[in-house]
């Protein structure tokens, strides 16, 4: 067995805690519309299928299928569907203060 990971490259050991909530797949149609919000937590959105659009601040992205964003928390963040839209969104929160970092820069 050692054999097969002889040339592995090994990650560090991580050791921090993650709390996943808030998670909902939804199909919804063209005019679908979320109102402005933030949230105490990060956001994870995937499209699945179809187009969203997000609205950040100063930025406007639109997101194909296969495409996803993260959204730190504290961010007034507004979501919509621009064709047939199916999503997957969850939240999440972690104790990394480095990892998190990265993840809002």
Same mark, same amino acid.
């Given at each position: &067995? ?9 990650? %560090?050991?991580? +050791?921090? +805690?993650? *709390? ?23 956001? &994870?959105?995937?499209?699945? +299928?179809? *187009? ?5 601040? %100063? ?15 504290? *961010? ?6 621009? +064709? ?12 990394? %203060? *480095? ?7």
């Amino acid at each position: &067995m050692a054999k097969l990971l002889g040339r592995a490259r090994r990650l %560090p050991i991580i +050791n921090w +805690n993650y *709390t996943f909530f808030g998670a909902h797949l939804q199909n919804v149609g063209s005019n679908w519309d979320y109102p402005q919000e933030r949230h105490a937590a990060f956001e &994870m959105i995937y499209v699945v +299928n179809g *187009t969203e659009g997000i609205d950040c601040g %100063p930025y406007t992205y639109s997101l194909e299928k296969g495409d996803f964003a993260i959204i730190s928390p504290g *961010t007034l963040h507004h979501v919509w569907a621009i +064709n047939n839209l199916t999503y997957f969104c969850f939240h999440f929160d972690l104790d990394e %203060p *480095t990892f998190e970092e990265h993840l809002r820069a």
